[in-house]
């Protein structure tokens, strides 16, 4: 059986994901903002899609997200109270007592959530004990501001000291080219050391590929955060299709995270989704209909990613891809053997290429009676290297003059020396390194002979 999945929201950023994610989970499962389903269980005797891994069933087919809502600051949380009257657990809901934010420092973060640790743990372990089978957390959160940064980066290290068996993944934004927080490099370089050592996989994301998709997409020069989440929402939502619309494969975040994790240090992915039909974004737009094979190949071009990738030809080591729509198996078989042609692929990876042929919610009604296939792809792949390079390369620039120190000496961590940079910095280069050397032939050799000879 599925188990549960407990949404940790942290920072402006996490929770304004979580808003639409939240919004889209609702629709597919026809659920009102309110939490009231639309057609009573009284009614429905047997409901095709499986709410129970991401929402508690209340009585009168009542439902509230298996969600948690953390910030330094009310008015995000707020607004998603206000949006979504009678949905959230308002006991779920975690605001810092003296709500001033964290300024964008990663130090203030992270020390706000060591210093109120227990509270937050609390509402953590108080919602776990609604779960008969609970599986694993997902983060949302950004890596750039402070709260998501800081904060979030001491819930991922306080959730595998504490739950060191349940799988951990999360969803991370990287910031822009064009951001105006002066201490982002040193935030963004912290957090990529707990990402790298504590969790089990991160889907990243990045403003820059963002921001660019979401003008493609809402066809509008000036794109605001509620555009560019709902693309996130999209990705998220099909990640997790198979969990709530199960079948015989892919029914836990293990069994999916599995297939794109070669190695615990290989776990950083990147996304790619198209089209983003009405389904799942507010607009209308008329797609021309499309097939398996179509889809699978606008899946591995830039121009459909969340993240960006400077590589010219960068190795794959495993690919995830969820398909929705009127798929024909043929035409998957013509997309794979495509891209396996197209793409560079690890010398060692046998199996890299995984599709799920995913079920579509019967309450997302097809516009103009057409009948689109939408696509999702993870892939595991070299091409994150130009993401980590990049956030080493401005964490350099700025720490090589020790420029913007002082809000984080405040910290007990940094007050003596500078090893908390020196080491982060060290252990994202490992990452990248790790990176470098799985694209040899010869990178599994240890493992198998270990293997051989257990």
Known sequence: MTGEILTLQVGQCGNQIGQQFWSQLAKEHGIDRNGQAHVSTQEHTFREDYTNPFFKDNDNSRYTPRAVMLDLEPKVINDVFNNFQGLFDPRNAWVSQEK????????KGYDEGRKNQDQILNIIDKELESADNFEGFQLLHSVAGGTGSGLGSNLVE??????????????????????EVVVQPYNTILTLRRLAEESDASVVFDNNAISNLSTRVFRKTNVDYGDSNQLIAAVMSSVTNSIRFPSYMYSSLQSIFSTLVPTPELHFLTSSFTPFSSDYVTYNRDYRQNTAYDVILDLIDNTSSLTSQTEKNPTYYNMFSTLLGPVDRNDITRGISKIQHRLQFAPWSTTSIHVNIGRRSPYLSQENDKEYINGMMLGNTSGIISLL??????????FSKRAFLNAFREV????????????SRSVVQNVIDEYLAAEEKNYLDDVLIEEENM
């Open 412 to 423: 007990d961590i940094f007050d003596k020396d500078d090893l908390e940079f020196t080491d």
């Open 100 to 107: 001033y934010g964290a300024g964008n420092s990663w130090a």
């Open 158 to 179: 306080t959730l595998q000291e504490r739950y060191p068996k349940s799988f951990l993944t999360t969803y991370s934004v990287f910031p822009s080219n064009e951001s």
């Open 389 to 398: 390079n990049n956030a080493c390369e401005t964490f350099d620039k700025i």
